[in-house]
Nanobody, 124 residues
Framework: QVQLVESGGGVVQAGGSLRLSCAAS????????MGWFRQAPGKEREFVAT????????NYADSVKGRFTISRDNAKNTVYLQMNSLKPEDKAVYYC?????????????????WGQGTQVTVSS
């Protein structure tokens, strides 16, 4: 089992920045791939970014490419999502997820473990 706890959400003005963190504990392994997803009210959970176990490969949704950066610190069992140039449409609950394997899936079904989510609100 892997437990994931997100932090760093909050309220920010459009154009601002936030950094989300996801701390992993339990049966952790640096060989787990990690992802960030988000879910806005009334919408399905959608892929945001993913990173492989070494941190050498990443993939992003087109809507955040160039604005968001996913990274990881395996010594701290933590994954980060740096969000810059935030837009009102980025408002959502952001979830961290973990999976075994070294590929870069974008589907929620590919991830076995999920955090409880952290709210990000962007005011215009």
């Amino acid at each position: 089992q892997v437990q994931l706890v997100e932090s760093g959400g909050g309220v920010v003005q459009a154009g601002g920045s936030l950094r989300l963190s996801c701390a992993a504990s339990g049966r952790t392994s640096s060989t787990y791939g990690m992802g960030w997803f988000r879910q806005a009210p009334g919408k399905e959970r959608e892929f945001v970014a993913t990173i492989n176990w070494s941190g050498g490969s990443t993939n992003y949704a087109d809507s955040v490419k160039g604005r968001f950066t996913i990274s990881r610190d395996n010594a701290k069992n933590t994954v980060y999502l740096q969000m810059n140039s935030l837009k009102p449409e980025d408002k959502a609950v952001y979830y961290c997820a973990a999976r075994k394997g070294n590929w870069l899936p974008t589907a929620t079904a590919s991830y076995a473990y999920w955090g409880q989510g952290t709210q990000v609100t962007v005011s215009s």
